[in-house]
Nanobody
Framework: QGQLVESGGGLVQAGGSLRLSCAAS????????MGWYRQAPGKQRDLVAR???????DYADSVKGRFTISRDNAKNTVYLQMNSLKPEDTAVYYC??????????WGQGTQVTVST
């Protein structure tokens, strides 16, 4: 089972930017997809963005055009560049990875707070 270490959350004003990072270890070359979910208080955890091993990406409609996910395969690290942040982007962001063998890991979560 792999481990995921996240960094980059924080407090930012509306319209600002943040970049989240998530480094995976222990899964080696077996990672199929990595990405981010987020969970606001009292709400379910929803997919924000993911990137598949071949490079294709998926985004939630609410972040399209503002967020960009990228991946450094050599470092097994995924990044989420978040621009034009809105108060409704406030949530705990969780990195995830899934492997070809079907295992799924979560990061510890990082808080993103966007103030008005």
């Amino acid at each position: 089972q792999g481990q995921l270490v996240e960094s980059g959350g924080g407090l930012v004003q509306a319209g600002g930017s943040l970049r989240l990072s998530c480094a995976a270890s222990g899964s080696g070359f077996s990672i199929y997809a990595m990405g981010w979910y987020r969970q606001a208080p009292g709400k379910q955890r929803d997919l924000v963005a993911r990137i598949i091993s071949g490079g294709s990406t998926d985004y939630a409609d609410s972040v399209k055009g503002r967020f960009t996910i990228s991946r450094d395969n050599a470092k097994n690290t995924v990044y989420l560049q978040m621009n034009s942040l809105k108060p409704e982007d406030t949530a705990v962001y969780y990195c995830f990875s899934s492997t070809y063998s079907g295992s799924f890991d979560w990061g510890q979560g990082t808080q993103v707070t966007v103030s008005t």
